[in-house]
């Protein structure tokens, strides 16, 4: 699989949903939701033995006081993606606080999916069909009688799409898809670290609330709305590729791929909704990291991937400002050295890689087998030297 061409084809609404973390857990108790499936019963996005746990998208930013550790999270995952890495590990247990996108609070709290999707349902009389192209109108009707009578999803039916906006049945649609390929909002890495944090009794605090994250969605103009659900559609026609490439990506902890073969085709295409869901969002998150940066301790911030990546997330941002920055990935380090005379060098030993590969390989030319011509003929065995016989 080439990987920058399906980064490429991945739909805006699986990237606002799975890496920029707008309401997925609120989404995953909404009652109109994909009701909640067990874990033995959902197929796994690749049906192969996970041979390692994901390499971190972990950086280490470090100001006069404290330090703080920014993680990209994957907010749907899957029980194979478990357990988290080491460095995880570490620095969740060494962190004095814990910062989501959301406060634990709110993502637990039995309000918020209904809040959701009162702000999903149309309040003027209309039909979502009434903001769609015909062509739309008919993908949208034949992925609901295909999809949604065999769902458990509470009672939802393809007519009632027509109750919502575009952006909440783009969700609708997005989620569907994921949990199909067994990645669920229930066991996002958000969610499995607000649970350690509460149980290690650590600080958990929140970026937004509730109301700010659903405004985002409920903000944006009839016109991204359509493309977003447009965009769902022809990712579910799409099949598993592109599912399978981002939560490939975000596995190997490839952030660069993720960068350069996503988030950049995603501002190309999509620059206003780019901008509301991703920069927007980083920069009034910017002052408040500042803040924790005057801090002593350590302090853990979640957010979705997308966020931390490139010249527009918060890690360059921050670095740009004089923070001392690295990135914290034990799986990406070099080999041990070796002492060499006065000097060291690496041990030359193969490296397993952490992940799956998420590239295809580059096309391998075969060397000729070599030809009995070309084999040099035998030496002839000279005889042992006498010890006595002085050498020159």
């Known amino acids: 699989m080439r990987l920058l061409p399906v980064l490429r084809a991945a739909r805006v609404a699986a990237l606002a949903f799975v890496f920029l973390g707008l309401a997925p857990t609120a989404w995953a108790q909404?009652?109109?939701?994909?009701?909640?499936?067990?874990?033995?019963?959902?197929?796994?996005?690749?049906d192969v033995p996970v041979p390692?746990?994901?390499?971190?998208?972990?950086?280490?930013?470090?100001?006069?006081?404290g330090a703080l550790y920014l993680l990209g999270s994957f907010h749907f995952l899957q029980p194979a993606d478990y357990p988290l890495s080491e460095d995880v590990a570490r620095t969740l247990a060494a962190a004095g606080e814990v910062v989501f996108e959301l406060s634990p609070e709110e993502l637990e709290s039995p309000t918020l999916a209904m809040q959701m999707m009162q702000a999903g349902l149309r309040s003027d009389g209309s039909r979502l069909d009434d903001d769609l192209p015909p062509a739309l109108a008919a993908d949208l009707a034949a992925w609901g009688e295909a999809n949604l009578a065999a769902q458990p999803t509470g009672g939802m039916s393809a007519q009632s799409l027509q109750l919502f906006k575009p952006w909440f049945a783009s969700l609708l649609v997005t989620t569907t898809e994921l949990g199909r390929y067994g990645l669920q909002a229930q066991l996002g890495m958000d969610a499995y670290l607000a649970r350690q944090a509460r149980e290690a009794g650590k600080a958990t605090a929140g970026l937004e609330t509730a109301s700010e994250q659903i405004g985002f969605l409920d903000g944006l103009g009839q016109v991204e709305q359509v493309e977003m659900l447009r965009e769902a559609l022809d990712q579910a026609q799409g099949g598993q590729a592109s599912i399978e490439a981002l939560h490939g990506a975000w596995r190997a902890g490839d952030a660069a791929q993720l960068w350069n073969g996503m988030a950049l085709d995603m501002r190309a295409r999509f620059p206003a909704l780019y901008r509301r869901i991703n920069t927007e969002r980083n920069d009034a998150w910017l002052p408040k990291l500042e803040q924790m940066l005057q801090q002593d301790g350590e302090i853990l911030?979640?957010?979705?991937?997308?966020?931390?990546?490139?010249?527009?997330?918060?890690?360059?941002?921050?670095?740009?400002?004089?923070?001392?920055?690295?990135?914290?990935?034990?799986?990406?380090?070099?080999?041990?050295?070796?002492?060499?005379?006065?000097?060291?060098?690496p041990v030359p030993e193969e490296r397993t890689p952490a992940t799956p590969p998420v590239t295809a390989p580059q096309d391998e030319v075969p060397m000729p087998p070599a030809d009995a011509d070309d084999v040099p003929p035998p030496q002839p065995e000279l005889p042992a030297r006498d010890s006595a016989t002085p050498t020159r």
């Open 30 to 46: 909404s009652p109109v939701a994909t009701g909640e499936v067990a874990p033995s019963a959902v197929p796994h996005i690749a």
């Open 52 to 65: 390692a746990p994901p390499v971190p998208l972990l950086w280490k930013v470090s100001g006069d006081h």
């Open 301 to 345: 911030v979640i957010v979705g991937t997308l966020h931390l990546l490139g010249e527009d997330g918060v890690v360059e941002k921050l670095a740009a400002k004089g923070y001392e920055v690295e990135r914290i990935c034990s799986a990406c380090a070099p080999p041990p050295a070796i002492e060499i005379g006065d000097g060291t060098a």
